[in-house]
């Protein structure tokens, strides 16, 4: 059974993120992905508010995060967890193995008891056809975690040969430098069109004829969205006095074919999204490669969380990215920042506690051994008969043995050990370290 100070289960941006950042705190780290590495980002044509990956692919980016994980040392592994086991150190068992952790930071995206929804056609599964991750929410559940239900949506993916773009408005990219980063020095590259078209009554019609069908209207669906984004379902229902409602067609990327029909996600049929898609200026001879679907999935709860992402009920657990509500990779990414920090910085500040703890502990055990001995306070207080005692200890001198020099001799060791242990330098040099401090002001050391 294999042990690392933090394990990190998913693989997106946010598993990347805080794998990369726990190693920079010089951290072992093991990163577990069941699928494939970069999560949603991987899917996306192109990225150009992430800062300095300006006019890269998702896929591009997921490498170059993946890359920059693996050059600092994170150990990755293509395995699901299956169950995490609670505890000062934390047990997580996998589809091949059990690793053993002092922290763990979960960024399960929205795969956590995913299912997809496509009128009548629910499927267990994630995005993209992704398998759902079905085996840890029971477990998050066991562990006392407060898990809600969200839902989102896509809309159809369709083919730009069969549009008619003469009958849509163009809408170029805005010209002129404007990246998020202030010191960016190359121009952003906008060399894509889209499209504005608009629904139709006719549109509108076959959706209000079909709501029998769709999922989030029959009560198939119970999660709420994690952020205001509605279905053209919900926007016919809700705003019935709007007799159309605008879409953009956004290509997928400069070398595909493939169009997102942005502003129309839908959960409705296979064949009423044809139907009412070929309704609208532009679409009337549309070509589906992907229907819409509405996703729902677990999160958690993120009020359970504090400001470093930390659950504060269960010691040595933090979240990042959808799992705790959110949506986009670029709010995953700074919460991966966040809790892969914060997990090494808490694990060096629980090490250090535990070193002043076991140097009073050294102390007062010091204490009862050399006043068992016979000595008395104050008594033979010669600095060479201060002696390396730590638990259990013997001092070893000319001199009588006395508290004071018991006392120091036990705070001398005990910040050394820590001193080291946040420097990560291994056994046998803190032991050099001690012995060579020792001798140098004249003390022995008998036992460790």
């Not at 990956?53 to 600092?72: F, H, I, P, T």
């Amino acid at each position: 059974m294999e042990h690392f100070d933090i394990i990190i289960i998913g693989g997106g941006p946010a598993g990347l993120t805080a794998a990369i950042y726990a190693r920079r705190a010089n951290k072992s780290v093991l990163l577990l992905e069941r699928a494939s590495m970069g999560g949603q980002i991987a899917t996306s044509p192109r990225v150009d508010n992430f800062p300095a990956a300006a006019g890269l692919s998702g896929a591009e980016l997921s490498d170059r995060l993946y890359a920059q994980a693996d050059e600092l040392g994170a150990r990755i592994e293509l395995e699901e967890a299956l169950e995490i086991q609670n505890g000062a150190v934390k047990t997580v068992t996998t589809d091949y193995s059990t690793y053993t952790a002092k922290a763990v930071i979960l960024a399960t995206g929205t795969f956590l008891g995913a299912k997809t929804f496509t009128g009548e056609v629910v499927r267990h599964m994630g995005p993209d056809g992704m398998y759902a991750a079905d085996y840890l929410t029971p477990c998050l559940e066991k562990l006392g975690l407060q898990l809600r239900r969200f839902k989102t949506g896509t809309p159809a993916r369709v083919s730009g040969k069969s549009l008619d773009f003469s009958k849509m408005t163009p809408q170029p990219g805005d010209e002129g430098e404007l990246g998020f980063a202030f010191d960016r020095t190359e121009e952003a590259a906008n060399t894509v069109t889209c499209w504005l078209t608009y629904t139709t009554e006719e549109t509108h019609d076959i959706i209000r004829g079909s709501l029998d069908r769709s999922p989030l209207y029959c009560g198939e669906i119970v999660g709420t969205g994690p952020r205001y984004c509605p279905s053209i379902e919900d926007k016919v229902v809700r705003f019935p006095e709007k007799n159309r409602h605008q879409l953009f067609l956004e290509p997928c990327g400069g070398d595909t074919d493939e169009y997102y029909v942005q502003g129309m996600s839908s959960s409705l049929p296979e064949d009423v999204q044809r139907a009412f898609l070929r309704t609208i200026p532009g679409l009337e001879q549309v070509h589906i490669l992907r229907p819409g679907y509405a996703i729902e999935y677990d999160c958690i709860d993120p009020l359970q969380l504090d400001h470093t992402l930390a659950l504060r009920d269960v010691p040595g657990l933090w979240c990042a990215g959808q799992l705790c509500g959110s949506s986009g990779y670029e709010e995953a990414a700074g919460q991966g920042l966040i809790a892969g920090i914060n997990a090494a910085r808490t694990m060096m500040i629980v090490y250090g506690l535990s070193s002043i703890l076991a140097a009073f502990a050294g102390v007062f055990q010091a204490a009862r051994v050399t006043v068992a001995a016979g000595s008395s306070l104050g008594q033979g207080a010669d600095l060479n008969a201060i002696a390396a005692v730590v638990i259990g200890g013997t001092p070893m001198s000319g001199g009588k043995p006395n508290v004071i020099g018991t006392v120091i001799g036990a705070l001398i060791m005990q910040m050394i050990t820590l001193t080291c242990v946040m420097n990560n330098i291994p056994d046998e040099p803190i032991m050099q370290k001690k012995k060579a401090l020792l001798e140098s002001t004249g003390m022995a050391m008998y036992r460790y």
